[in-house]
């Protein structure tokens, strides 16, 4: 099962489905601050919440929480928001989390990596004309 975010990204940048709703799914909202910045999507999405620590929360359970349904994630991004608020749901927000995964495609797309462990990650390719070390064992490539 995939995230809602997950959804939402597979669902917005179908060339890239694949590989980023299974990398995606595979990494929490903290981690996935590491790695993508979020400051402007909270900005956009503000003033739909009253404190930004719900935002925060908004942004966490999207990240986590499993899709019902990933080929209409808003029905996921209504339900979480108003079990959250308690606010009726505002279309809105969708629309903005839709335009700020656009204008990130780029940083989502290039999130190749599968998280395995809070302490590291797998890089999934990497080229290198010499020796790479530390990456589940040393590779040496063999030149001809």
């Not at 308690?86 to 990596?113: G, H, L, P, T």
């Not at 790479?132 to 040393?138: A, V």
Request: contains cysteine.
């Amino acid at each position: 099962m995939e995230s809602i975010f997950g959804a939402i990204c597979a669902f917005l940048i179908t060339n890239k489905a694949a590989i980023l709703s299974k990398v995606i799914a595979s990494a929490s909202y903290d981690t996935l601050k590491k790695v993508l910045n979020f400051s402007d999507l909270k900005k956009r999405i503000s003033n739909f919440f009253d404190k930004e620590e719900k935002i925060d929360e908004y942004l966490k359970e999207i990240c986590s929480k499993q899709a019902s349904n990933p080929n209409e994630p808003e029905s996921d991004i209504e339900e979480v928001y108003e079990k959250l608020t308690q606010k009726q749901y505002d279309r809105e927000i969708f629309e903005q989390i839709k335009e700020w995964v656009r204008d990130n495609e780029k940083e989502i797309a290039s999130v190749s990596m599968n998280f395995n462990s809070e302490s590291g990650f797998n890089i999934g390719t990497q080229n290198a004309g010499k020796n790479i070390f530390n990456i589940n064992g040393d590779y040496k490539p063999h030149k001809d």
